[in-house]
């Protein structure tokens, strides 16, 4: 008992402390009514009788942000879907049907095997080298059942000579023919081929094996906007590097380059560095910034618009906010007039941001909970129990996944949920 109020005095001293001294900056109220856009929302969600977290997708939102993503790029590239950023068959569906394009990248192997079932006609490229076991998974259940060729349709990315005879038995022992693309390092050390002697050595390999075809090279440098410098000189070291791969493998080759080579880079924070220039690509891939989450908010996408939220019901209500911490509640609220009320939200703990209403924030002190959320909120905050919260995703690949089908809200209606793809083979 002594331990408790010594860490109960301290605490409510510190906070005590917090307030005399930070006076002068104390919070303004940053509280406010749902927007009519997120009270048309939550309208949409009651009228479809949704009544847990659920992941919601802007139908027209989205679309406008396929037709920016075609507008920047213009024709002179074409274009790759990264699926693991819009996890739901019928959400590439639509996306390949308004982007004119079936060219999907994908990053595991479950997720493979339904893609080949359910939209045969997409051509595949895997966007991270698989354990070899993975490949045998896949061709060990049954693709091609409606017309899907993956001896024409699907490139296997690798990164060393050690996976490529992995590959190559794999495709002996079973009698397949693979495509292989080669993962190149061009300057951001994620792995893939560092030099030319390895790639010469991998190409070498390829030409020798009776199954397997070179189709390609991958070369992955997003991450430029996020390391220290000026992104447009990582971008054009990235690109001397790829350069320089490309000028290699077709010297080795000579005329068994091939007609067709597939040539990837890009990604949603550097695929409108790439509109103007001469380039040794000729593919970019995108997928976030289709539904741009926050951690999308960046200066190279200011043209798209945020397409996706995570909506939640508000369970419980305290007002005034309290605490178990005898006078932690008042004194926070004494000082941040935005704590003086708590909601218990259905669910939380997501890589998510509190968007609306306006001014909502997680609770300090009291740690987060994938149970029920503790939010905080100013008296301007008109929240109910049963009334909806809204946060934006600080990503797509992962959270997309945690609420089971997608709503589509199009027109202020929730017109479809779309299954998310399966995480297990069936």
Partial sequence: ??????????????????????????????????????????????????????????????????????????????????????????????????SDSNRLMLFHQPFLSQVANELPHADVLMGKPMPVTAAANFYAGTPGVNGFDSSAQLQWLLDTPQRLQEYAELANRIGEDLRINIELNVGLHRGGVANNKTLLQMLDMIESSPRLTFAGFMGYEPH?????????????????????????????????????????????????????????????????????????????????????????PVLKTLNPAESPVDGAAELLAAWDPNRAQTFYTYGGYWKALPESPPGISINPLMGRSTNQEYMNGSASVDLQVDDWVFLRPTQSEFVFLQFGDIAVLDDGVITARWPILKNTSS
């Fill in 224 to 312: 430029i906007v996020k390391v220290p410098g000026d992104p447009l000189d990582y971008r054009d070291r990235a690109m001397t590097a790829y350069r320089g791969f490309v000028n290699a493998a077709k010297a080795h080759l000579g005329q068994r380059w091939p007609q067709n080579v597939l040539l990837n880079c890009g990604g949603s924070p550097t695929y409108q560095m790439y509109k103007e220039g001469d380039y040794p690509f000729n593919e970019l891939s995108t997928g976030s910034c289709l539904v741009k989450p926050t951690d999308f908010d960046i200066p190279t996408l200011d043209d798209h618009i945020a397409a996706s939220y995570i909506a939640t």
């Fill in 1 to 98: 008992m002594a331990i408790a109020v010594k860490r109960r005095t301290l605490l409510l001293g510190g906070l005590a402390g917090a307030a005399a001294l930070g006076a002068g900056l104390r919070p303004t109220d940053r509280g406010g009514e749902h927007s009519l856009y997120f009270q048309s929302m939550g309208t949409a969600l009651d009228s479809a009788n949704i009544s847990g977290p659920t992941m919601v997708v802007d139908k027209a939102k989205m679309l406008a942000n396929i037709a920016t993503l075609k507008s920047n790029i213009g024709g002179r590239y074409d274009y790759r879907i990264v699926a693991k950023s819009l996890p739901s068959v019928q959400m590439l569906e639509t996306i390949m049907h308004a």
